[in-house]
Each structure stands twice: as structure tokens, then as C-alpha cells.
């Protein structure tokens, strides 16, 4: 049984509250503990789907001096000490909707190798994540490509821009609205984002 028991509408409108202070005090108090607990009990899930030990990261927007985030997430990944450079996993929300990810971000050194391989493997891939799934190419802002929008000739574009431009990101994943039924149900949000990381892991294996 999780101590995840499910998100509220309170959990979005944090992203409302004006200043830095105000919102980083609400995102530690109701937010940030909840994808905690989500992330510590798909921790041991991940540990023997991947093979690797996973760690569980609770975004800390500790670089912040003026901002107040507009998004944030716990990211699971296979080291104790950060996430950042490597292929990992996040549950996070924006004001307007929860994120379920597979990512890797600009900071990861495997990024060239990675989109090298997936070009290799374009038809395995594209046949591999389900139509109602979504991509992303920037973590940073909340929009997203439906992947039945997706085609080999733009897989080739987002790929061929994860290998040759040092900001780009490849995030794929799924994304529900505030108003989904299923994120006020802890354990049927736990499972459906277990499922979503067992439909993502041949993504995750080509990183290898």
C-alpha cells in the first residue's frame, strides 16, 4: 500500500502563488513529499526492470534566485549522487497536468551515442510506444508531440537534433490533465505509471 494517496486540486494551483519564497515553502510542504512517496515506490520497481539500483531525486530548484518554478518533479535514476547526466525517470507536474517520463536531458554525456542508436533502430521504436503516448524535446517548457503525430521523418528531425545541438532533450512518456480521475487514486496512478515505465524501457535499454 502506498502513502501516495492521490493528487489534489490544491497540488496545482501551487503554481499560482506569486513569489519565490511563497511557492518553493507550498512545492516542500504538499507537493515535493508526494512525488517523493511515488518515486520511493517505483524505486524498487525500476531496480529490477532495468537491472540497475535506482535512487530516488526530489527536484530541489536550488539554483533559483528570483523565479519561482512553474514546474517539478522526482526523477529516478541509477546513482546516488544526481540524475542529471544520466537516461532516468520522472513523475513531476505543471500547473496544467501531470508527466510521466523516460528522459534524457542536455546534460547527459550519452546524449551523441544515444540518438545514434535509436536512428538505428527508428522502426523498433516508433512501433514500440503507444499512440497516446507524447515526446518532448525540451523539459523546460509543457508542450508536447503526440507520438501518432510522429513519423519516421520526425523522429529522424528530433533525433538528428539530439545528437548535433547541445541543448536538445528527448523525453517520451505520458501526460494526464488536472482533471484526470486517475490522479486522485494513489494506487491506480502508482500503476499506471509502472506500466508506463515498463512500455518505456526499450527506450531505455538503448542507452546501454
Request: charged letters at 25%; glycine letters at 4%.
Amino acid at each position: 500500500m502506498s502513502s501516495f494517496t492521490g493528487f489534489t486540486q490544491q497540488d496545482f494551483e501551487v503554481f499560482s502563488i506569486p513569489g519565490l519564497e511563497e511557492r518553493m515553502e507550498a512545492l516542500r510542504d504538499n507537493v515535493s513529499p508526494k512525488l517523493e512517496a511515488i518515486a520511493s515506490d517505483l524505486a524498487p520497481d525500476l531496480t529490477a526492470m532495468t537491472g540497475d539500483e535506482m535512487f530516488v531525486h526530489v527536484a530541489k530548484h536550488a539554483r533559483r534566485t528570483t523565479n519561482p518554478p512553474n514546474d517539478t518533479w522526482a526523477a529516478i535514476a541509477a546513482n546516488k549522487r544526481g540524475y542529471k547526466k544520466l537516461p532516468h525517470f520522472q513523475v513531476g507536474m505543471w500547473g496544467t497536468h501531470v508527466f510521466i517520463w523516460f528522459a534524457v536531458i542536455y546534460e547527459s554525456p550519452i546524449k551523441e551515442d544515444f540518438a545514434k542508436t535509436l536512428l538505428k533502430n527508428k522502426k523498433q521504436v516508433l512501433s514500440s510506444v503507444p499512440d497516446h503516448f507524447v515526446w518532448s524535446i525540451d523539459h523546460t517548457k509543457p508542450d508536447t508531440l503526440p507520438h501518432n503525430e510522429v513519423d519516421s521523418k520526425k523522429l529522424t528531425q528530433m533525433l538528428e537534433r539530439l545528437k548535433d545541438v547541445k541543448k536538445a532533450e528527448l523525453l517520451c512518456g505520458l501526460t494526464l490533465n488536472r482533471d484526470d480521475d486517475r490522479l486522485r487514486d494513489g494506487d491506480q496512478f502508482i500503476n499506471l505509471c509502472r506500466w508506463t515505465f515498463e512500455t518505456l524501457q526499450p527506450l531505455y535499454r538503448y542507452t546501454k
